[in-house]
């Protein structure tokens, strides 16, 4: 028989650098999981992320156990590496802040994809070039 799921937390952590820090200390313990087993886990199984902030969902079960899916990594965040920026716009549709191409754009929605509400890569594309342009950054084609 299955085990009982009590809850399911959603967090985002640095990939390989988590710590039991807030926010994952305060989320995990008040649910009775073993905090530094599960940020030992998150961080051998994310290490190639190397800082890059993912998003992860826990399950924990009746008996204090858990189990965690990490998903791809925010569209912001990989448009802010792409465009070699800090922040997006805060006033998008006056202020552009960088500029990304058409190829990276290609690139971040293969990452995304499974994550992405999209029947096939030319919508994933859209949904990231949407993201682009609510930060405030270009795409150039």
Request: glycine share 14%; net charge positive; charged share 15%.
């Given at each position: 028989m299955a085990k009982e799921v009590i809850k399911k937390i959603k967090l985002q952590a640095p990939g390989?650098?988590?710590?039991p820090a807030p926010p994952i200390g305060p989320a995990l313990g008040q649910n009775g999981v073993n905090i530094g087993q599960f940020v030992s886990q998150f961080n051998e199984r994310t290490k190639d992320l190397n800082g890059t902030t993912v998003p992860v969902v826990i399950t924990v079960f009746k008996d204090k156990s858990f189990t965690f899916e990490v998903k791809s990594p925010p569209a912001a965040v990989l448009l802010k590496q792409a465009a070699e920026i800090a922040k997006g716009s805060g006033?998008?549709?006056k202020e552009k802040v960088g500029t990304v191409s058409a190829e990276q754009v290609r690139k971040i929605a293969e990452t995304k994809f499974k994550d992405l509400n999209a029947y096939d890569l030319d919508q994933a594309e859209k949904i990231i070039r949407g993201t682009a342009r609510s930060m405030g950054v270009d795409v150039i084609d």
């Open positions: 390989g650098k988590a710590t006033v998008p549709n």
